[in-house]
């Protein structure tokens, strides 16, 4: 865990932001999750005094950059209830959502969002860490660098000197963590007409792209004609794979079930993933700035284009995950295009971590199951009982090995 002062770094973006800056800023990024992902906010868990002093700073950078409060009559708040606990079995809190509108007198806008929230002490069943209990998770990569996105970009559009044809609503949300309960809350009880909405981008865990790959995941390209097409004629430096899905584990799926074009951006998952280990320090600052960079991509193409048509999308990812029966305890890859499973981070107790399975394994076969990709992968585990052992074949360093696996 890292901290530091935080009135130093308050001080420092006050300075930073003083000037009008037409691009993506690495130094404001990194304040941002600095702050963000500091000790003192106690890993920012839903309704907690931690989560309090981030959404005090995100309402701050609002005020700064003069966007006007979309939350709760004159506010930027958007206050819901929840309940906590694991699996929602704790007391109902009260929550908030963060929202800011920069009206650019368009007929038409652009929501970008992020959820703030994390997992505090460990005390709500989500970590994956083998003894959470009391530690900070400080959630750098979840969620600290798309809040950060959300902020940056904001002052990008907002200083822009050429204004766009589309207004834009910059939420940050709460209750992510605990079941999309902020983003749900918002499209029940919108402070915008939603079919003034054109599109939403939603930004979860973009700060760990991974500088030799460059692999970035973008869901949701199935949601509107017009996605895929986009990306393929979008310069960049970046490896994009996407996915068609509009349903997915962020809050970009409230947006899709009201039938809204999405996009979800992810640099990819990691061993530190829901770990107290996840700090601002392991956080690839330019990587970030380059998917914000085609973020902006994205909304120029999109510039002098009529409004996005809708297209409901098929989910099975989502269907296949009701079927499973067991569990290997590894965190795979998103980005991967490799021919079978790439293991992004393994769970300390849980079967593969005990079979001896290690992160940049590729699991290709599983009993008499080929695994070909995540798909393939889920299909697998939905045909297996706790207790069975299952041999279980692994490409590492270009060796393959069997391991034998016990659920």
Same mark, same amino acid.
């Given at each position: 865990?890292?901290?530091?002062?935080?009135?130093?770094?308050? $001080?420092?973006?006050?300075? $930073?932001?003083?000037?009008?800056?037409?691009?993506?800023?690495?130094?404001?990024?990194?304040?941002?999750?600095?702050?963000?992902?500091?000790?003192?906010?106690?890993?920012?868990?839903?309704?907690?005094?931690?989560? #309090?002093?981030?959404?005090?700073?995100?309402?701050?950078?609002?005020?700064?950059?003069?966007?006007?409060?979309?939350?709760?009559?004159?506010?930027?708040?958007?206050?819901?209830?929840?309940?906590?606990?694991?699996?929602?079995?704790?007391?109902?809190?009260?929550?908030?959502?963060?929202?800011?509108?920069?009206?650019?007198?368009?007929?038409?806008?652009?929501?970008?969002?992020?959820?703030?929230?994390?997992?505090?002490?460990?005390?709500?069943?989500?970590?994956?860490?083998?003894?959470?209990?009391?530690?900070?998770?400080?959630?750098?990569?979840?969620?600290?660098?798309?809040?950060?996105?959300?902020?940056?970009?904001?002052?990008?559009?907002?200083?822009?000197?050429?204004?766009?044809?589309?207004?834009?609503?910059?939420? $940050?949300?709460?209750?992510?963590?605990?079941?999309?309960?902020?983003?749900?809350?918002?499209?029940?009880?919108?402070?915008?007409?939603?079919?003034?909405?054109?599109?939403?981008?939603?930004?979860?865990?973009?700060?760990?792209?991974?500088?030799?790959?460059?692999?970035?995941?973008?869901?949701?390209?199935?949601?509107?004609?017009?996605?895929?097409?986009?990306?393929?004629?979008?310069?960049?430096?970046?490896?994009? *794979?996407?996915?068609?899905?509009?349903?997915?584990?962020?809050?970009?799926?409230?947006?899709?079930?009201?039938?809204?074009?999405?996009?979800?951006?992810?640099?990819?998952?990691?061993?530190?993933?829901?770990?107290?280990?996840?700090?601002?320090?392991?956080?690839?600052?330019?990587?970030?700035?380059?998917?914000?960079?085609?973020?902006?991509?994205?909304?120029?193409?999109?510039?002098?284009?009529?409004?996005?048509?809708?297209?409901?999308?098929?989910?099975?990812?989502?269907?296949?995950? #009701?079927?499973?029966?067991?569990?290997?305890?590894?965190?795979?890859?998103?980005?991967?295009?490799?021919?079978?499973?790439?293991?992004?981070?393994?769970?300390?107790?849980?079967?593969?971590? *005990?079979?001896?399975?290690?992160?940049?394994?590729?699991?290709?076969?599983?009993?008499?199951?080929?695994?070909?990709?995540?798909?393939?992968?889920?299909?697998?585990?939905?045909?297996?009982?706790?207790?069975?052992?299952?041999?279980?074949?692994?490409? #590492?360093?270009?060796?393959?090995?069997?391991?034998?696996?016990?659920?």
């Amino acid at each position: 865990m890292k901290s530091f002062s935080i009135g130093l770094i308050a $001080c420092a973006l006050i300075a $930073c932001n003083a000037g009008v800056a037409q691009n993506i800023e690495e130094k404001n990024i990194q304040k941002h999750i600095q702050f963000l992902a500091n000790d003192a906010l106690k890993g920012r868990q839903t309704g907690s005094e931690g989560e #309090r002093l981030a959404m005090d700073y995100i309402q701050k950078e609002f005020k700064k950059l003069k966007l006007s409060p979309k939350g709760d009559g004159s506010s930027f708040e958007q206050a819901f209830t929840f309940k906590g606990g694991t699996h929602g079995t704790g007391a109902e809190g009260t929550a908030h959502n963060v929202v800011a509108y920069l009206d650019n007198k368009a007929d038409k806008t652009i929501i970008i969002g992020a959820h703030f929230d994390h997992l505090g002490l460990g005390e709500n069943g989500s970590s994956l860490d083998a003894n959470p209990q009391g530690k900070i998770h400080n959630g750098a990569d979840d969620n600290a660098s798309g809040i950060a996105g959300v902020l940056e970009l904001a002052r990008y559009f907002k200083n822009n000197k050429v204004k766009e044809n589309s207004n834009f609503l910059f939420i $940050c949300f709460s209750g992510e963590e605990l079941g999309l309960f902020g983003s749900k809350y918002f499209t029940e009880k919108p402070t915008l007409e939603l079919n003034k909405v054109n599109y939403m981008i939603n930004m979860d865990m973009i700060g760990r792209l991974n500088p030799t790959t460059k692999s970035l995941s973008v869901s949701g390209s199935g949601t509107s004609p017009v996605w895929e097409t986009l990306f393929k004629n979008t310069t960049t430096s970046l490896n994009i *794979k996407t996915d068609s899905a509009g349903i997915g584990p962020s809050d970009h799926t409230s947006f899709y079930l009201k039938n809204i074009p999405v996009l979800h951006f992810f640099t990819g998952s990691h061993s530190d993933y829901h770990k107290p280990s996840d700090d601002w320090d392991k956080i690839n600052y330019a990587g970030e700035k380059k998917v914000l960079d085609l973020v902006i991509a994205v909304v120029n193409k999109l510039d002098d284009q009529p409004k996005l048509a809708f297209l409901t999308t098929k989910n099975k990812s989502m269907s296949s995950a #009701r079927s499973f029966k067991v569990t290997m305890g590894v965190m795979p890859s998103y980005t991967s295009d490799a021919a079978g499973l790439l293991v992004d981070g393994v769970t300390e107790g849980r079967p593969a971590q *005990k079979a001896g399975i290690l992160t940049g394994d590729i699991i290709t076969q599983i009993g008499d199951h080929t695994i070909k990709d995540m798909q393939s992968y889920m299909d697998a585990l939905g045909k297996f009982e706790k207790g069975q052992q299952v041999p279980v074949k692994i490409i #590492r360093n270009k060796e393959e090995k069997t391991l034998q696996v016990t659920f």
